[in-house]
């Protein structure tokens, strides 16, 4: 590991000039590449002190043996420079955006005699009309062949077309009408090019001119009775209209336009395209890479246009480039598109309308391109053991860690806090252990104490468990929950939120995976008849981990360990995930564990970690809209939602049965008296209070802020009293 002091330039050697700088190693390999407005402010990031550098900042200069930069004249030289370099060195630290599979595209060969219809892959060339790319090679397929009774241009390899000149004879296609056989000249080569350009004019978006053209052909066909004429040609319209179907209409105003979208976490980013033309969705193309430096989603937006335009030119690069988050600075990078189109190119943020719905259907592409990566990473056996042993070997453990439980605690500004936990076995998600807490010890915001509560109830319940299958004896510890009845509250029903940990499938809120996608989790991973006792009832509490994560970094480490020390429990390893940095911390140590970047340990800890975060923010936003939603009804004990609905349909609003007598209540079905009696005292009890009225005017006098002197101190104001609406009401 090299000392970054030790390759330093020079104080008055570095210009401050636009340029492009590379780092390399002690063989002289380019390791990154890099570019700066300011070459002098830039590179001076690089060399302070090793502690305030991210850690992927850290590795990078101390791995690099020796800097060198090259001058230019403006930012957009730079970008094309490092484009360039980036392209010719392939350095390991930047970023590099990787394709899950080669897109196909349907392209035109403008550069034959007879230009050609074909499906292409790889490296664009010169001279070929390109349009794509598309997801599946048989997408293309279907729409040329509806294309090909409108524009039968030549689809056959150049060995058939030499084949049916030598012979006189066309292929299958020629005979039915789907090429205009140039072979065996029934076209020349002008008219066959003709034939192309108007292939290519449909496919980039104009369309209504060939259509109206057609239909006013049907139409003098009809006319002059060739009813033979107008039955293909209102057959070659049927077929255009299907291979617009296609691609359905996404912008209304004809847009050109190429949509990008990132969703990224510490680790991995996946970048999803869509690529728009004439208002319709004529492509998608989606790439994955690691983020082997530490970079803004800005910089991933240039680094994907960088890689999406670079060899592009002239209508290849779209009018408008919609993207999440804008490069910093933007005007360089959009100068730089304006170049390779050769006209304006607008780079923006869609805020509103059709672009902005569009967008989101990106991200949402790009969210699942990412699930789904991480996924297929993580169903690899060989990977996952891999991973599991570099755990056990960064923490110090005696064996791999098979079970794995993480810890994380949610709430919004102090209320409604919640923790979660979640279990991977095997590195897999285990989703039918999941459990979820309400911390019920104090109030506020205080994650140490919560953390501290939370592994303090777990694990009681885990001895408790022991105790009652025999499984462990031992009268001095403190064992709640013995017999495993969970707890009942006041109405004498069972209390799920009372029981030391809620499982997923316990109460009537759903789980979520994302922010707007409601998931059961529960119904994703079933109880299992191993999870239970003799008598039916759920273990939910009887296997201890071997390791315990808890998403945060010193204080929440300690809390966890303190519980399980106050517990008596010291075979259980703990740690802590810090998001900021990626760092690994145990219990007693004032220096973090830091794992290699592409350890597939380090990825499994995140991968635990996201998924806690995931489960307990869902838990806390479902309690939160859940008390939004609440209403004075849900104040009554007993009263279930079945009854609820019935009171409400019944007497029509809140303000109606609030109004309603004792007596009138007793009407509802299932409502007997002593149940209406509390049902009118709970509403009496939530009942807004009476507007205050100025006697002298009439007016309604809105509420006064706390504190606030009123407009007129004088004047008598009056009040309806609670006692007397009380008596009114029941």
Not at 75 to 100: G, H, M, T
Not at 145 to 168: E, H, I
Not at 453 to 464: A, H, K, Q, S, W
Request: proline content about 6%.
């Amino acid at each position: 590991m090299a000392d970054p002091s030790s390759y330093r330039p020079k104080p008055g050697q570095i210009p401050d000039s636009p340029g492009v700088y590379r780092f390399r190693d002690e063989h002289r390999r380019v390791i990154y590449v890099g570019k700066a407005k300011s070459l002098r402010q830039r590179l001076a990031n690089y060399f302070q002190d090793l502690a305030g550098l991210h850690p992927r900042t850290r590795s990078m200069v101390t791995t690099a043996a020796s800097v060198e930069w090259t001058v230019v004249s403006t930012e957009v030289e730079a970008l094309q420079l490092e484009y360039s370099w980036i392209k010719e060195y392939d350095p390991r630290f930047n970023v590099k955006y990787r394709d899950d599979k080669s897109y196909p595209y349907l392209a035109v060969t403008m550069n034959e005699e007879y230009p050609r219809v074909q499906v292409m892959r790889g490296h664009k060339k010169k001279g070929v009309r390109y349009f794509g790319p598309y997801a599946h090679a048989w997408a293309i397929r279907d729409t040329v062949d509806l294309l090909l009774r409108v524009f039968p241009v030549r689809t056959c390899s150049a060995g058939v077309f030499k084949n049916a000149s030598r012979t006189g004879r066309p292929c299958l296609l020629g005979y039915i009408g789907k090429c205009s056989a140039p072979c065996v000249d029934r076209i020349d080569a002008d008219d066959h090019r003709e034939l192309a350009d108007e292939f290519c004019d449909f496919m980039t978006g104009r369309t209504g001119t060939y259509l109206r053209r057609l239909e006013k052909q049907m139409a003098e066909a009809a006319e002059e009775m060739e009813y033979e004429r107008a039955a293909r040609l209102r057959d070659d319209i049927e077929a255009l209209r299907k291979a617009m179907e296609k691609n359905a209409v996404v912008l209304a105003d004809a847009t050109d336009a190429d949509l990008i979208a990132v969703a990224e976490d510490e680790l991995e980013a996946a970048v999803q395209i869509f690529h728009v033309r004439g208002g319709r969705v004529r492509g998608q193309r989606g790439w994955v890479t690691d983020k082997v430096e530490d970079v803004t989603t800005g910089a991933l937006v240039e680094h994907a246009l960088q890689q999406l335009y670079g060899e592009e030119r002239g209508d290849s690069v779209p009018k408008e480039v919609l993207v999440p988050a804008l490069p910093e600075p933007v005007e360089p990078v959009q100068e730089w598109l304006t170049g390779r189109r050769g006209s304006i190119v607008s780079l923006r943020i869609p805020q509103r309308g059709d672009k902005k719905a569009l967008m989101e259907t990106v991200e949402r592409n790009a969210q699942q391109a990412l699930v789904l990566h991480k996924t297929r990473r993580a169903s690899d056996l060989t990977t996952r053991s891999r991973a599991l042993e570099e755990i056990a070997e960064a923490l110090d453990l005696d064996s791999a860690p098979l079970r794995i439980e993480c810890y994380d605690i949610s709430h919004l500004q102090g209320d409604d806090v919640v923790a979660s936990m979640v279990v991977f076995e095997d590195g897999l998600q285990r989703k039918s252990e999941y459990r979820r807490f309400q911390i019920k010890g104090f109030e506020g915001q205080d994650d140490v104490r919560s953390m501290h509560e939370v592994i303090t109830r777990r694990f009681r319940r885990y001895l408790g468990e022991k105790e009652r299958t025999g499984e462990w004896t031992d009268d001095e510890s403190t064992v709640v929950t013995a017999t495993g009845t969970p707890p009942v509250d006041g109405t004498g029903t069972p209390n799920a939120d009372a029981a030391d940990g809620i499982p997923a499938h316990a109460t009537g809120s759903t789980p979520a995976h994302g922010a707007g996608e409601l998931l059961t989790d529960a119904a994703e991973a079933p109880l299992t008849s191993s999870l239970k006792d003799e008598d039916g009832r759920p273990r939910r509490f009887a296997y201890p981990p071997q390791l315990v994560v808890v998403d945060g970094g010193q204080p929440q480490v300690a809390a966890a360990r303190r519980a399980l020390d106050e517990l008596g429990i010291d075979d259980i390893a703990v740690c802590g995930l810090a998001k900021r940095l990626e760092e690994v911390w145990l219990p007693g140590d004032d220096d973090p564990v830091v794992l290699p970047r592409s350890s597939e340990g380090l990825y499994l800890l995140q991968r635990v970690r996201d998924e806690a975060h995931r489960f307990a923010i869902t838990y806390q936003r479902a309690k939160r809209a859940k008390r939004f939603r609440s209403g004075p009804l849900d104040e009554v004990p007993g009263l279930g939602e079945t009854r609820k609905q019935a009171l409400i349909k019944h007497f029509g609003s809140v303000k109606k049965l609030r109004a309603a007598t004792v007596q009138e209540i007793c009407e509802v079905p299932g409502i007997g008296r002593k149940t209406a009696e509390t049902i009118a005292a709970a509403l009496v009890r939530a009942a807004p209070p009476a507007p205050a009225v100025n006697t002298a005017t009439g007016e309604i006098i809105e509420e006064e802020e706390p504190g606030a002197t009123p407009d007129s101190p004088g004047d008598p104001v009056t009040a309806g009293a609670p006692e007397e609406r009380r008596g009114q009401e029941t």
